[in-house]
Every structure is written in C-alpha cells, then in structure tokens.
Nanobody, 116 residues
Framework: QVQLVESGGGLVQPGGSLRLSCVAS????????MGWYRQAPGKQRELVAD???????NYANSVKGRFTISRDNAKNTVYLQMNSLKAEDTAVYYC??????????WGQGTQVTVSS
C-alpha cells in the first residue's frame, strides 16, 4: 500500500503563490506516476499536473505556465508550485500515486482558496 499526505494549502489573494507538498510512504518503489488533481464545488475531479518516474511532466492547459510539478526522490515528496493564482484555482487539491500495475492511491486533500 501507499500512503500520501498533503500539506501547503491555504488562503491566498489573486496573483499570489502557494506550494503544495505530498509525502509518500509505504510501497513507494511501485509508484510510476505521481500527480495532483483538484475538485471544485459542484465539479468533477480533474488532473492538474503529473510527473512520471523518469521525470516527464504533463499539465492541464488551464495551469500551463503558472504551475510547476517536481519531485524529490530522496524525500519521497512531490511538490506543486502554484504562481499567479486565480479565483478559479480554488478547489480541494489531491495528491495521487499510480502504480505500474494500475493501483491508484489518494491523499486526504488540501484546500486552496484564492480570494481577496
């Protein structure tokens, strides 16, 4: 099993920045992709960004140029640096880990609120 613990959410003004962190534990050697998803009230959960074991990244069009995903393998941690935040970025952000065999794991989520 894989356990994921997110941190770093909070309230920020439009144009501000936040950095989310996700620490993985358990059978982390089996993880192939780690990513961040978000879910706003009344909307479906959507992919924000993900990063594969070899370092390749993928971003939703809505966050390209503003968000950066990275990983520190020594710390078993994935980060999401969010800059130029907008009100529409307000959501619960979830860390996700996908194993090569197809098993998927979720963190508990962290709230990000962008408001003046």
């Amino acid at each position: 099993q894989v356990q994921l613990v997110e941190s770093g959410g909070g309230l920020v003004q439009p144009g501000g920045s936040l950095r989310l962190s996700c620490v993985a534990s358990g059978t982390i050697f089996s993880i192939y992709v780690m990513g961040w998803y978000r879910q706003a009230p009344g909307k479906q959960r959507e992919l924000v960004a993900d990063i594969i074991r070899t370092g390749g990244t993928n971003y939703a069009n809505s966050v390209k140029g503003r968000f950066t995903i990275s990983r520190d393998n020594a710390k078993n941690t994935v980060y999401l640096q969010m800059n130029s935040l907008k009100a529409e970025d307000t959501a619960v952000y979830y860390c996700n880990a996908l194993e090569a065999r197809g098993a998927r794991w979720w963190g508990q989520g962290t709230q990000v609120t962008v408001s003046s």
